[in-house]
């Protein structure tokens, strides 16, 4: 994508610019690595872990198939198997745009978050109707572009559009990538609405809810010491959590003091 506009040279660093950002992403993410065979397995999750492995193995591909065809920054390896590469590269690199697509729309809500605690509505309301505008133009150009066909090895080669202006290469290639955005996100979130739980039938539920909560999220089963935390430093946490957050304190209608917290730490402990 954008190879036809850019110096070889440049495609290929700019190509090892992005894979060193992926790996860095994952080194900055650990909890995402521990996480992944504790707690329980929603429908919601196994579409997000399956789509973030996916990504993995896709860029993966990317990254050993960029060193074969390398003409430059990995020439001096002298493997000399472009032929084999090429034919991985190409259906590699559309897939782990797709996937990268779905991965973003998997935490737009973060976004979307945001933007409806501005307050905003008519402001919120008119990114839905540009969103609508850009996912219909980035569909038609998936579709007239025969990007579908990279991603099954439907061709041998890409038809390129060299005297197209990079800013509308660019334009398309985003709305494709919204396309699939948009894709990830309903769908995460008609799952989510699938496996809602019941409505509440007795107070106690608001006792078991948490519980599973945590086992959905993955969290159930961490231990404070497993990050260096050490029960004599209860206290110590107790404190700081109410001269940093006083506010929410005073909001409990149980008055709670230092001791009462660090009660709390000790009994969470494990």
Not at 39 to 50: I, N
């Amino acid at each position: 994508m954008g190879y036809h506009m850019i110096d070889n040279r440049m495609h290929e660093w700019t190509g090892v610019t992005l894979c060193v950002l992926f790996l860095l992403h994952h080194a900055l993410n650990p909890g995402w690595h521990r996480g992944l065979f504790k707690g329980r397995y929603s429908a919601s999750r196994v579409w997000l872990t399956v789509v973030d492995l996916l990504l993995t193995l896709a860029m993966v591909a990317v990254i050993v198939s960029a060193v074969l065809v390398s003409r430059h920054a990995f020439d001096f390896l002298g493997l000399r198997m472009r032929a084999v590469g090429r034919r991985t590269h190409m259906p590699a690199t559309m897939w782990a745009f797709v996937l990268t697509g779905l991965h973003i729309g998997l935490h737009w809500h973060i976004v979307l978050g945001k933007l409806e605690k501005t307050g905003n509505r008519a402001g919120v309301w008119l990114c839905r109707l540009v969103l609508v505008c850009v996912i219909a133009f980035g569909a038609w150009e998936f579709a007239t572009r025969g990007l579908w066909m990279e991603l099954f090895m439907l061709r041998e080669f890409a038809f390129l559009e060299y005297g197209e202006p990079l800013a509308v290469s660019f334009a398309s290639y985003a709305a494709v990538l919204c396309v699939w955005a948009a894709l990830a996100y309903f769908l995460r979130k008609l799952l989510r609405k699938l496996q809602s739980p019941a409505q509440a039938s007795s107070a106690e539920d608001f006792l078991t809810a948490p519980v599973q909560l945590q086992e959905a999220c993955g969290v159930a089963n961490f231990k404070k010491r497993d990050y260096g935390m050490r029960k004599e430093e209860c206290r110590t946490l107790a404190v700081n959590a109410r001269e940093t957050m006083g506010g929410l304190f005073l909001a409990n209608p149980c008055e709670l003091n230092d001791e009462d917290c660090a009660a709390i730490f000790e009994k969470a402990y494990r």
